[in-house]
C-alpha cells in the first residue's frame, strides 16, 4: 500500500471510531436507568432471534469473549430482563431468553433511542444516509471475516 492509501485507511477508521464514540454517549445518555447499550444489544438481539441462545452463542454474535458475555447474562438475569435456564439435553450448558419484563425494557429503550437516532438521520439527510449503508455493511463483512 502506498502513503495515500495508509492515510485514507487511517482517517476512515479514526472516523469509524469517534462516530462510534459519539453515537454511545448520545445514546446512553437517553436509555432507561440501569440500563448499558451492551444490555440494550443483547435484549434487541435476543428479542429479533426467537428463541433461546446459549452465553457462547451470544458471545459469538457480539464478538465478545465467553466471561464478558457471562457478566453481561448475570447483570440482565439480575435485572429480571432475561431468562437463563440449564440445557436438559446437556447439563454443561445453558440458554438464555428475553422475559416479558427484558421485552419491555428494550421497547422503552427503543422508544428513548429512536428520536435521537431519527433526529441525526434528519439532520445528515436520509438520502446520504442510504448511500453509506452498503459501504458500511461491507466493512462490517470484510472486518467479521477477518476474525474468523
Known sequence: MNDSTNNLAVTLFSEILVVDQLARANVDRVLPKGMELSHFSV?????????ERTPAQLAKTFHLTRG??????GKLEWAGWVHIRPDWDDARRKLVSISPAGLQA?????????????????????AKVRAVLPILRELRQQLSEADD
Open 43 to 51: 435484549l434487541n438481539h435476543l428479542a429479533h432471534a426467537g428463541g
Open 68 to 73: 464478558a458475555m457471562t457478566n453481561t447474562l
Open 106 to 126: 428494550r421497547d422503552a429503550a427503543l422508544a428513548a433511542m429512536t428520536p435521537v437516532i431519527s433526529g441525526l438521520v434528519n439532520k445528515v439527510g436520509a
